[in-house]
């Protein structure tokens, strides 16, 4: 190091409670002098501040009232603290507690209800939706303006596109894919907004009010997406699932009501939304008619006699003993239950019938039908049949009472045709629709999940001893349950015809018309630039072909 550079260091303490310090150079003393100068004007300052301050060179006194400070000079002080002092460390930003707001209606809260029409709006609405405006202009700006106004979530949205699409209204990209600037937002009115972010339209062809192909039906297209359309869309396993879809679409039909869009309709939209109310009920109960039917008395019998649930039974094997889950009817269960049932509900003439085939090996299935059937009537267990399964005897002890369940057979409109011939076919079409009845003993707690009404398909079965027995249940259907063509229209669109491709042939392809070929004309010669360009609509009117030279 030169020893031409001013050298500090930091003062040290003896025994004696002396000060040594290093000889101080020139570039020192004018340190010291000018501390010293600002100690004598600030000497008059209030003589409240830390030693933290004194140590930072503050404006109070520099003599400390500590022992180890006592004769210290205050320039020296000043050296020694910053000489020893640390590094303030930089104090961290407390975050945020992360506390929001509320957070914003989406508008399908279950209690929300749109607020009261300002008189701007009325005048607004009163014009937007003018009687003397088609139905079809009526019904795409209320979509558009009802799209706008609601916070969807991805489910709900895709739910409402497969409504409208159903319903006959396109769902497809937005018109400005990049968004809109901020000056168009402003020279634009809310209507204006609305219609350049939709993305559902109406096709040209329905605002046609003298079209006879479209029907205006706000109920029979609800029944038909409800009982047919959403079930297969969409998961429908709990009853607040089932709740949220059905709240989406009573969402807007309440919209079109208070905003009156369509009142020549008002009738048709509240009988839609009764249909709402039912369906929340039934889709709950065709989702758990699926996973309780055919019941503990039609399994035993599908068990004991070869149907679907034979040789079902895991519960023996080694693996399953630690796990718990549905490992299926032991043969023995299932002889339990069947007896049990056929002493509650089988009257003289069928146990006899059962004892004769059992004895003599006979009892077996004697027909198999895949059907469609709708419940007519159920009948519960009646106090005798419960006193009888409310015993404490071994043979009953723990099963559940059977009661009885009354179908009749009905067309499902997507069962396929029936292939007939056409003399089959006119027959059939002069005679009525040949309705069957069946009677089948199932769980009073599984019918506690049905309603009359209910449509379902299944494999039914009849026993040699005359008792019918459900195998398997296919699906099962609401009371309103329909299939609309409106299904067949989905993603379908007009056809339109394509020109032929202009074809850069080889060289050594040529075409001469069919005149030249049939009556030995001269050698073909190879077609001009302008020629060939009329070769497409030449082609297709049989009058060019292709040859190799």
């Known amino acids: 190091m030169d020893s031409s550079e001013p050298k500090v260091t ?16 020139d570039a020192t003393r004018n340190v010291l002098a000018e501390v010293n100068d600002n100690v004598t004007c600030n000497s ?10 004194v140590a930072w060179g503050g404006d109070n006194d520099l003599i400390d009232s500590d022992d180890e400070n006592q004769g210290l000079d205050p320039g020296d002080k000043i050296l020694r603290d910053l000489a020893n002092a640390k590094p303030e460390k930089k104090k961290k930003k407390k975050k945020k507690s992360g506390k929001k707001g509320a957070a914003a209606p989406t508008g399908f809260e279950e209690y929300y209800v749109d607020v009261p029409v300002t008189p701007e709006q009325y005048q607004e609405e009163k014009t937007i939706y003018d009687p003397s405006i088609t139905f079809s202009e009526r019904i795409e700006t209320a979509i558009q303006r009802y799209v706008a106004r609601r916070k969807f979530d991805s489910e709900r949205k895709d739910l409402f596109d497969k409504y409208m699409s159903y319903g006959g209204v396109d769902s497809g990209p937005k018109m400005f894919g990049g968004g809109l600037d901020k000056q168009t937002l402003e020279e634009s009115s809310a209507a204006e907004i609305a219609t350049m972010t939709a993305t559902n339209f109406v096709d040209f062809d329905k605002h046609d009010p003298r079209s006879s192909k479209y029907v205006v039906d706000f109920d029979g297209v609800l029944k038909g997406f409800l009982s047919s359309r959403l079930p297969v869309a969409f998961s429908m396993d709990t009853e607040q699932q089932i709740k949220s879809h059905v709240a989406v679409i009573r969402n807007f039909l309440n ?11 008002q009738d048709q939209i509240n009988a839609a939304r009764d249909t709402c109310n039912i369906a929340e009920k039934q889709l709950l109960s065709t989702s758990q008619a699926c996973r309780l039917l055919p019941g503990d008395f039609n399994k035993a019998c599908s068990v004991i006699f070869g149907g679907q649930y034979q040789n079902s039974y895991i519960g023996d094997l080694e693996w399953t003993k630690s796990l718990d889950f549905d490992k299926g009817m032991s043969e023995d269960q299932a002889r339990r239950i069947f007896l049990a049932g056929l002493a509650a509900h089988g009257d003289n003439e069928v146990y006899k019938k059962y004892t004769k085939h059992i004895t003599k090996k006979k009892a077996r299935i004697v027909e198999d039908i895949k059907t469609d059937l709708e419940i007519v009537e159920m009948e519960c267990a009646d106090p005798e049949i419960l006193s009888y399964y409310g015993s404490t005897e071994n043979p009953v002890k723990g099963l559940l009472p059977l009661g009885i369940l009354r179908v009749k057979t009905w067309k499902n409109p997507e069962d396929p045709p029936e292939d007939l011939t056409e003399k089959e076919e006119l ?25 009359v009404g209910m449509k379902f398909t299944a494999r039914v079965y009849k026993l040699s001893f005359g008792v019918w027995f459900l195998d398997t249940v296919l699906g099962a259907y609401c009371s309103f349950y329909r299939v609309l063509p409106n299904e067949k229209m989905l993603g379908w669109r007009e056809h339109k015809y394509l020109p032929p491709r202009a074809v850069n042939r080889p060289p050594d392809l040529q075409i001469v018309t069919r005149q030249e070929e049939t009556e030995g004309g ?4 190879a077609l001009s630039g302008e020629e060939e360009g009329e070769v497409g609509e030449q082609y297709e009117q049989g009058e060019d072909i292709i040859v190799e030279e």
């Open 427 to 451: 027959e059939r079409a002069g005679k009525p629709q040949e309705i069957k009845s069946y009677t089948f003993w199932v769980e009073d707690q599984v019918m506690s999940k049905l309603f």
């Open 44 to 53: 008059h300052k209030d003589d409240t501040k830390t030693k933290k301050d």
């Open 522 to 525: 001269e050698a073909p010669k």
């Open 255 to 265: 919209y079109l009501l208070h905003h009156d869009v369509c009142p020549e309709y």
């Open 10 to 25: 930091a003062p040290s303490t003896t025994e004696n409670n002396h000060v040594e310090t290093a000889p101080a150079t």
